[in-house]
């Protein structure tokens, strides 16, 4: 039996895993996390399933790749038939929540068809991705279903600002010289400090709703998703971390003039985005990324608050504690704002794993090749029951954080729809023609786009991917075992998912017993 009986998965919205000093950031100094790496593995080739937020963390949720559970862009609803995390842990007793971020889109249409009500009982998990909603609030005021979100709203309303969207009007709006608000969505405003007070961020109320959570549970076994909404846009954030880094900080940028030469006509397109467009000028960079730097300071510090009332609580030593992001963040990196490209800035993230477990290694830093849907059968596992592999498409991590075991995989794959994107318009692509998926080996990044010329980067001789090989005659055959590659992968897609492997094994022997009745006698 495994010692763990909770897990805290953490998950920062938004960042880059270069961005820790863990990670090897020269001048952002993160000592909390760390210190979580310390205690455990911390993978350094860890890729998302998706880079934007709402399928990254439909696929990290269910266990399942994109193309697998359909729910490929933000708001696209997950159908209701997809199980997630809370759905394999509640079963056996351990209470599942979230406070923050989902990004859930529920599937109304098949809730109504079931007779399944959003607000209440089984329906209201359902809606929820799975998750008892303890403190749901997505970083925005309205949610995906058109309603305002109210969990954060209704707390800044009761410490004192007043409106129906403080969220906006002082959470994330700096103040002008005579008061008037200067609203976070413009990025000229990042420096200057929130209009809320620093205990009253995001970041502080998630963390202490966190706190509360453990302290309501007891000893009970659960399992929180505390999902920090932070540092993800709009960029801005409390005093004193709005003024802590200045332009001497940021990491150098990556990029060339030679990306700006004849793209792949996707990566164009995507270089022509507003956002994009705004992060290739230095003055935006250099106004937004030193806030950035402080929101992810921001999210240390209070990571440290909440590890201090663990440790006296006691709860550091029976809980797995993951840390990891749902994307990253281009920061005018390859010309490029926003994240959704298969670039390393944005489809690698920070994975910290500590075991609590006595004899589980420590300070371990792994390179196997992980991904994020390898954390749902990890954290099954990891409470000492068994994960249903006919429906989940990861692997458990727990032989590499418990024994020190390999996991490594032969490929990473990661996937994009980008339909809704300005993109589209510019490329003049229809509805089912804007799908890209990458493939990432040890050596080489192979990215597919429908209708265009692949892209392709050596990672050995070229680890910024400032090189596009993707037209290069030289390396058609790499191209095309690339590609190969990408086609094995959709093969094993897993769908047989209403049959375990057990049951079907038992069907297949029932017709191997004499008497067995055989088709086609004659």
């Known amino acids: 039996m495994s010692e763990t009986k909770n897990i805290l998965f953490i998950m920062c919205d938004q960042l880059r895993a270069d961005y820790l000093s863990c990670y090897g950031h020269p001048a952002l100094h993160t000592p909390n996390i760390d210190a979580l790496a310390a205690r455990g593995t911390r993978f350094t080739s860890a890729y998302v ?8 963390r439909m696929s990290t949720y269910t266990g399942r790749y994109s193309m697998s559970h359909g729910a490929t862009w933000n708001f696209v609803p997950l159908p209701v038939g997809e199980l997630t995390l809370g759905d394999y842990l509640r079963p056996h007793g351990v209470r599942t929540a979230i406070i923050g971020k989902t990004h859930m889109k529920p599937d109304k249409a098949g809730m109504e068809r079931l007779g399944l009500s959003y607000k209440t009982g089984d329906g209201l998990l359902v809606g929820e991705c799975g998750f008892e909603p303890y403190a749901r609030d997505d970083g925005i005021y309205f949610k995906a279903d058109g309603t305002p979100e109210e969990t954060y709203n209704r707390y800044l309303n009761r410490m004192g600002y007043p409106g129906v969207n403080p969220w906006h009007d002082f959470a994330n709006s700096g103040a002008g010289s005579n008061g008037e608000v200067l609203s976070g969505w413009n990025m000229r405003n990042a420096r200057h400090a929130s209009r809320a007070k620093e205990e009253h961020s995001e970041t502080a109320f998630c963390t202490d709703q966190a706190m509360a959570f453990m302290k309501e549970q007891g000893e009970k076994p659960w399992c929180l998703h505390l999902s920090y909404i932070k540092p993800h846009w709009p960029y801005i954030a409390a005093a004193p971390y709005n003024g802590m880094y200045g332009e001497k900080d940021m990491l150098p940028v990556v990029r060339s003039e030679e990306e700006r030469r004849e793209p792949n006509p996707v990566y164009g397109a995507f270089m022509r985005h507003q956002d994009s467009q705004s992060f290739s000028r230095d003055e935006v960079r250099s106004t937004v990324i030193p806030t950035y730097m402080g929101l992810v300071k921001q999210v240390d510090d209070h990571l440290g608050r909440l590890f201090r009332h663990m440790e006296q609580s006691g709860r550091m030593k029976d809980t797995l504690i993951v840390l990891t992001a749902d994307h990253g963040d281009f920061l005018g990196d390859h010309w490029l704002g926003e994240k959704e490209l298969f670039y390393e800035q944005s489809a690698r993230v920070p994975m910290i794993l500590a075991h609590p477990e006595e004899g ?53 794959f990661s996937e994009l729809d980008y339909a809704t994107y300005v993109a589209r318009d510019i490329l003049g692509r229809g509805l089912n023609e804007c799908r890209a998926v990458m493939a990432r080996t040890r050596r080489w990044k192979y990215v597919h786009f429908d209708g265009y010329t692949p892209q392709l980067f050596d990672l050995e001789s070229d680890p910024a991917e400032l090189c596009d090989l993707g037209r290069d005659p030289n390396h058609a055959s790499t191209r095309a075992e690339m590609k190969e590659r990408i086609f094995e992968w959709m093969r094993g897609r897993k769908n047989r998912i209403a049959m375990s492997d057990d049951d079907m094994n038992a069907r297949f022997e029932d017709r191997r017993k004499p008497g067995s009745p055989l088709i086609g006698r004659w």
Do not use: N, W, Y
């Open 49 to 56: 399933q998706a880079p934007v937020c709402g399928p990254s």
């Open 360 to 412: 589980a290694p420590k300070g371990v830093v792994s390179d196997d090749l992980v991904e994020s849907i390898d954390l749902v059968p990890t954290f099954i596992e990891a409470l000492g029951h068994k994960a249903p592999m006919h429906i989940l498409e990861g692997r458990s991590l727990l032989p590499r954080v418990r024994h020190g075991m390999a996991v490594d995989r032969e490929v990473a």
